[in-house]
């Protein structure tokens, strides 16, 4: 019995083993703990920055109908373009701080899902927008805000001057810090500037305006902060002489309550030099600002960094490898962010979403349920023929992602996450995904088209990716590299990685490369060395003459599906079986029936009983023995 026994437990063992699989590395071990999807960004701005952070939680009660106006950026994280802009931004809104009893700087982030709806609603046709939003402001239909066609700091703090001197001051905005915007005319004297002023301003200041500027009020803006002091501005010369102004020597004066007028000369002819010297003034009179109002931000997370640097050694160590965790994100970006932000999807946008649907469907890299909800969503949208809503496209994500239920083996980039969460992510996996779909095509014997994924690749950035600089460039380059005249399928694979490289070669150095992945040239020499026909040494300062073959070969073998790692998945059971695992299944399967399989595991749970139903047995004879042995001892 004990020999049957010892067999059948060497079965239960060998099941145990093919599910049973290698510790998770800690980071890895922290994903599976995590549920919930990895926000693509954490936005651009931060606690430290001066930028008010909106989300569709507080954008209406921050900005709409409010008593004073806004400056809003509407950006996207993963955009090239927003994330050099983003430093100049940052600049604005501390330049403008002193401005914010009478208009904030703020911006919302049309990458984060949550925001969908404004943004959409809002019409955002690129990234970055900035829009003015005035006091009172109600969203309508063609009513938005006024775009500000500039992201020069001068520029936009010029523009914002002029939007505020000329909203209409009898709208009730009821705001007490809005500047008086009227000149001061012939009619005006000393004591008459003082008329309707509360008690606590005890100074006016006269600020000559040349023409065609916004500098008087740009002054006063700047003043908000000081309740002693008025600034009203003057263009007329003969009415600025009357306060003691000389326009070329002494272009503004300080009046007082009584009537005393003593004129200044700022150190440079711009608002933020003249606001220095009046606050200079003010300060030996020793008179103080009132605080600066500070609005309240959105909480930001704080990032991983343990969890962050196991990641990074992973993906430095496997430099090559591709991860299905990247492609589960490019994928639920596309249909969770990009498309559902578009107000109104026909006419092309309708044609390119529906043959990049197609071509997901046949190349697509999600389990069972992935595939059932990317096959259905195809079918939903080719019923459309004329407009399909972004909104409409959104609630049938949501339900089909809600009846198929879970669709996602994993929440988070891995390959593609950065050391700042602001750094590659959604663009990176969405090359990633082209890639492999190329790839998968290429092996496909029932599509003969070679241009099935280059020409939905092509469609979806020029209308749907949120990078409208990275659309250009790309549109820009794939008509160079004539993208419509590649032959076959496996030219098609070689077509989008020389273009690939071409970007990496363009954005090497700029400001949105990531230093813990600098842009190279893909398979750098330690991941494919055959793929160079010239020593490494030399194509350092030459251009690379490169195998091709090889880099087929390479890129075909990387982009295997059974190659791809699943290395941060969270819910492996979500996905087809590697080979691995079918194959440990095909070793018992070939000599054990799945009857014999049934009854070895009956027969291990009998042999298991009868060991413990003889073992209490001998212990209990044992027991009854003790004391009759005692008694012969005794006797003795």
Same mark, same amino acid.
């Given at each position: 019995m004990s020999a049957v026994c010892l067999v059948i437990l060497f079965i239960g063992l060998l099941l145990d083993s093919t599910s049973a699989g290698v510790p998770l590395p800690r980071y890895e071990?922290?994903?599976?703990?995590?549920?919930?999807?990895?926000?693509?960004?954490?936005?651009?701005?931060?606690?430290?920055?001066?930028?008010?952070?909106?989300?569709?939680?507080?954008?209406?009660?921050?900005?709409?109908?409010?008593?004073?106006?806004?400056?809003?950026?509407?950006?996207?994280?993963?955009?090239?373009?927003?994330?050099?802009?983003a430093?100049?931004?940052?600049?604005?809104?501390?330049?403008?701080?002193?401005?914010?009893?009478?208009?904030?700087?703020?911006?919302?982030?049309?990458?984060?899902?949550?925001?969908?709806?404004?943004?959409?609603?809002?019409?955002?046709?690129?990234?970055?927008?900035?829009?003015?939003?005035?006091?009172?402001?109600?969203?309508?239909?063609?009513?938005?805000?006024? /775009? *500000?066609?500039?992201?020069? $700091?001068?520029?936009?703090? @010029?523009?914002? +001057?002029?939007?505020?001197?000329?909203? !209409?001051?009898?709208?009730?905005?009821?705001?007490?810090?809005w500047p008086n915007v009227h000149y001061v005319t012939e009619n005006d004297s000393a004591s008459s500037l003082f008329e309707g002023l509360s008690s606590v301003t005890q100074y006016v200041a006269v600020v000559h305006e040349p023409e065609n500027t916004t500098l008087g009020i740009e002054v006063a803006l700047f003043m908000t902060q000081w309740p002693a002091v008025a600034v009203r501005r003057?263009?007329?010369?003969?009415?600025?002489?009357?306060?003691?102004?000389?326009?070329? /020597? *002494?272009?503004?004066?300080? $009046?007082?309550?009584?009537? @005393?007028?003593? +004129?200044?000369?700022?150190?440079?002819? !711009?608002?933020?030099?003249?606001?220095?010297?009046?606050?200079?003034?003010?300060?030996?009179?020793?008179?103080?600002?009132?605080?600066?109002?500070?609005h309240q931000q959105v909480t930001t997370p704080s990032p991983n960094e343990a969890g962050k640097n196991e990641l990074i050694k992973e993906v430095h160590r496997n430099k090559h490898f591709v991860y299905q965790a990247d492609l589960e994100q490019a994928i639920r970006t596309v249909l969770h962010n990009?498309?559902?932000?578009?107000?109104?999807?026909?006419?092309?946008?309708?044609?390119?979403?529906?043959?990049?649907?197609?071509?997901?469907?046949?190349?697509?890299p999600l389990g069972a349920n992935g595939r059932q909800l990317v096959s259905k969503l195809k079918d939903f949208v080719v019923q459309f023929n004329e407009e399909l809503s972004g909104k409409h496209f959104e609630d049938e994500v949501k339900r089909l992602e809600q009846q198929l239920s879970p669709v996602y083996s994993s929440t988070h980039f891995v390959g593609c996450a950065g050391s700042n969460p602001r750094l590659r992510g959604f663009s990176c996996s969405l090359w990633t995904l082209f890639h492999f779909m190329t790839v998968q095509a290429a092996g496909n014997e029932d599509s003969q088209d070679?241009?099935?994924?280059?020409?939905?690749?092509?469609?979806?950035?020029?209308?749907?990716?949120?990078?409208?600089?990275?659309?250009?460039?790309?549109?820009?380059?794939?008509?160079?590299?004539?993208?419509?005249?590649?032959?076959?399928?496996?030219?098609?694979?070689?077509?989008?990685?020389?273009?690939?490289?071409?970007?990496?070669?363009?954005l090497s150095g700029d400001a949105t490369e990531d230093p813990e992945f600098p842009k190279k040239q893909f398979p750098t020499p330690d991941s494919c060395s055959e793929c160079y026909r010239t020593p490494v040494s030399k194509s350092e300062s030459l251009?690379?003459?490169?195998?091709?073959?090889?880099?087929?070969?390479?890129?075909?073998?990387?982009?295997?599906?059974?190659?791809?790692?699943?290395?941060?998945?969270?819910?492996?059971?979500l996905l087809h079986p590697t080979e691995d695992k079918m194959r440990q299944k095909r070793q018992i399967s070939s000599v054990f029936t799945d009857t014999d399989m049934q009854m070895g595991m009956l027969l291990y749970a009998f042999c298991i009983v009868m060991m413990i139903l003889?073992?209490?047995?001998?212990?209990?004879?044992?027991?009854?023995?003790k004391p009759y042995g005692h008694d012969l001892l005794g006797k003795v």
């Open positions: 071990a922290l994903l599976k703990q995590q549920s919930a999807p990895e926000d693509p960004s954490l936005g651009l701005y931060d606690d430290g920055d001066k930028v008010v952070r909106l989300t569709v939680d507080n954008f209406n009660a921050t900005v709409v109908d409010q008593n004073r106006g806004a400056l809003v950026e509407f950006y996207n994280t993963y955009c090239g373009h927003c994330r050099r802009f430093p100049t931004y940052k600049t604005v809104a501390e330049h403008l701080l002193p401005w914010s009893e009478v208009l904030i700087v703020a911006a919302i982030d049309c990458a984060a899902e949550e925001n969908n709806a404004v943004c959409r609603n809002y019409e955002v046709m690129g990234y970055p927008t900035l829009r003015y939003l005035g006091p009172g402001f109600q969203p309508s239909a063609q009513h938005y805000g006024q /775009n *500000l066609m500039t992201q020069d $700091v001068n520029e936009i703090r @010029e523009l914002l +001057a002029g939007m505020v001197a000329a909203e !209409n001051l009898t709208s009730s905005h009821n705001n007490s810090y003057v263009i007329d010369p003969a009415v600025a002489a009357k306060f003691k102004i000389d326009p070329a /020597n *002494l272009p503004m004066s300080l $009046v007082d309550r009584k009537g @005393e007028i003593t +004129a200044y000369a700022p150190e440079f002819a !711009n608002g933020e030099s003249y606001a220095k010297k009046l606050e200079e003034v003010l300060g030996k009179k020793n008179i103080t600002p009132r605080p600066v109002k500070v990009e498309v559902p932000k578009k107000s109104e999807i026909s006419g092309e946008k309708l044609l390119a979403l529906q043959r990049f649907l197609a071509v997901l469907q046949r190349y697509n070679p241009l099935e994924v280059l020409q939905a690749m092509h469609g979806y950035i020029k209308n749907f990716f949120g990078c409208s600089e990275c659309s250009e460039h790309f549109q820009a380059m794939a008509s160079r590299r004539k993208i419509w005249s590649v032959p076959n399928k496996e030219e098609a694979v070689l077509w989008l990685w020389a273009a690939h490289n071409e970007v990496n070669q363009r251009e690379i003459e490169w195998n091709k073959d090889a880099v087929l070969g390479f890129l075909k073998n990387i982009h295997n599906p059974q190659f791809v790692s699943r290395y941060g998945v969270q819910r492996e059971e003889a073992f209490k047995l001998f212990a209990f004879k044992g027991y009854r023995k």
